[in-house]
């Protein structure tokens, strides 16, 4: 009987993976994980294990992470002797739902899973629906799957799109953003208003099932209806239904889904409260993202007054990233003379967030199969 409130521990499997080559002064594999490491974890009361970064990633990734200025000096801060080696580029730039052979490929993926289980411990891996890394398979193959584009979306937010180069022929696609902010340059963004690119994302959520007990769906908002106009200019037909019911019907043992349910950057928490009532009621869990406020407050000795409870309830965090510094520390926070950190009270200001850019009147570009951009008015 699966628990009411299940818990989950994170791996980031670089990090580990590249620990234990030191250690063994050889490339680990996931094969390489001790048993006395998985025996701890599941001491420790957890019903889940969720595996970032397994999946196949590819070379255009690691170039961008690389060269990219901005990234490269918050690399830096984390570490001091940053190498080149040491950044692999993201791991939610996939260019497959296949683990990468760095972690030892299927095989071995299958072997830790069966390893889980032998613990009574369940896997969890990553389901990215809004964007592919920029040398996806399909970009050869389907065009057809991304958001194209023209030169005046270029000219008028060239920071949003990227020529990408082509055996038949380069064309100008979009990069997968949330509405709120620039395009994340490692991604190519896919085009949910096409009914084949959905059938198709439904193909690769059902590769994944068969290889996990639980999936993480990434930005899971980004493709609801509303939020794909809102950011591209066109409707899509809704897909986490379909999808849901699909995985369903085909996964034998059933599968839990989960929700990562806001971004990253702190002023667009309260635009998001849209997921908890379109995404939620499709998907079996939603992450808790509401425990870090509580563990700050307990920590500060702040006994959490009525409204402050009120306010933990809430389906966003109250607690802003650190990396969204202000004059006061990190936004959302109240730095005080021995650096400790205190909640700020939501009721201060709240920015309203606003699309960065929004579509032209005319409508984004539509790609053919072929390649070949038509202009959609």
């Known amino acids: 009987m699966s628990p ?150 270029q000219t008028r937010a060239p920071q949003n799109y990227t020529w990408v180069k082509r055996m038949r022929g380069d064309v100008l696609l979009a990069h997968g953003r949330d509405p709120y902010f620039d395009g994340w340059p490692d991604t190519l963004q896919l085009d949910y208003a096409n009914p084949a690119t959905q059938e198709a994302m439904i193909g690769e959520l059902l590769v994944i ?59 667009t928490f309260a635009s998001w409260r849209v997921v908890s009532g379109h995404v939620r009621p499709h998907l079996g869990r939603q992450l808790d993202l509401r425990l870090l406020p509580r563990l700050v407050l307990a920590r500060a000795g702040r006994p959490a007054s009525p409204r402050g409870r009120q306010r933990c309830r809430q389906p966003e965090p109250v607690l802003r990233p650190s990396a969204v510094r202000g004059p006061r520390g990190p936004l959302g926070t109240a730095q005080g003379p021995d650096g400790s950190r205190h909640l700020r009270s939501r009721r201060s200001r709240r920015p309203r967030a606003r699309p960065l850019s929004r579509p032209s009147a005319v409508g984004l570009p539509r790609l053919r199969a072929d390649g070949a951009v038509t202009r959609r008015r």
């Not at 390893?115 to 896997?123: H, I, S, V, Y």
């Not at 409707?235 to 034998?252: E, G």
């Not at 599968?255 to 349910?261: G, M, P």
Request: charged content about 25%.
């Open 4 to 153: 009411a409130y299940p818990s989950l521990y994170q791996v980031n499997t670089r990090v580990l993976l590249t620990a234990l080559s030191r250690t063994l002064g050889r490339p680990a594999t996931l094969d390489d994980i001790p048993d006395a490491e998985l025996d701890r974890i599941a001491g420790l009361g957890f019903d889940y294990v969720w595996l970032l970064s397994v999946w196949r990633t590819g070379s255009a990734g690691q170039r961008v992470s690389r060269a990219h200025a901005g990234w490269r000096h918050e690399f830096e801060d984390t570490l001091p002797d940053l190498c080149a080696e040491d950044i692999a580029g993201s791991g939610f730039a996939i260019t497959g739902y296949t683990a990468h052979p760095a972690v030892g490929g299927t095989a071995a993926l299958a072997r830790t899973r069966r390893r889980l289980q032998a613990r009574g411990l369940k896997l969890m891996l990553d389901f990215v629906p809004n964007h592919t890394a920029l040398d996806h398979p399909w970009v050869e193959d389907h065009p057809d799957y991304y958001v194209g584009a023209g030169e005046l979306e």
């Open 209 to 267: 099932a068969e290889q996990c007990d639980a999936v993480r769906c990434d930005m899971a908002m980004l493709v609801l209806p509303k939020i794909f106009e809102r950011t591209w200019g066109r409707r899509p037909p809704p897909f986490w239904a379909q999808a849901i019911q699909r995985v369903r019907k085909q996964v034998s043992g059933g599968l839990r889904l989960r929700l990562r349910q806001a971004p990253r950057a702190a002023p």
